[in-house]
Nanobody
Framework: QVQLVESGGGLVQAGGSLRLSCAAS????????MGWFRQAPGKEREFVVA????????FYTDSVKGRFVISRDNAGNTVYLQMNSLKPEDTAVYYC????????????????????WGQGTQVTVSS
């Protein structure tokens, strides 16, 4: 089992920045690849970014490339999402998720591949 708790959401003006954190407990954190997803009101949950177990491989959805940066601290059991140049369309509930994998370098895009999910943290970007 892996328990995930997100924090760092809030209200920010367009162009601003936020840093989300996802603290993991339970199973060894380094055994899971991690991802961030988001769900805006009235829309389906969408993939944002993923990072491999080792932290060396990442993959971003096109809409956040160059603005968001994912990182992980395996010693601290935490994954971070630094969000810069925020836009109103980034407004959503952001979820972190853990994907059990034997690969140190793989990441996953599909939500169905993730085994554990956090409760989410609200990010609101005002125009």
């Amino acid at each position: 089992q892996v328990q995930l708790v997100e924090s760092g959401g809030g209200l920010v003006q367009a162009g601003g920045s936020l840093r989300l954190s996802c603290a993991a407990s339970g199973r060894t954190f380094s055994s899971v690849a991690m991802g961030w997803f988001r769900q805006a009101p009235g829309k389906e949950r969408e993939f944002v970014v993923a990072i491999s177990r080792s932290g060396t491989n990442t993959f971003y959805t096109d809409s956040v490339k160059g603005r968001f940066v994912i990182s992980r601290d395996n010693a601290g059991n935490t994954v971070y999402l630094q969000m810069n140049s925020l836009k109103p369309e980034d407004t959503a509930v952001y979820y972190c998720a853990a994907h059990l994998t034997s690969s140190y370098t793989a990441w996953a895009i599909s939500a169905e591949l993730y085994d554990y999910w956090g409760q989410g943290t609200q990010v609101t970007v005002s125009s």
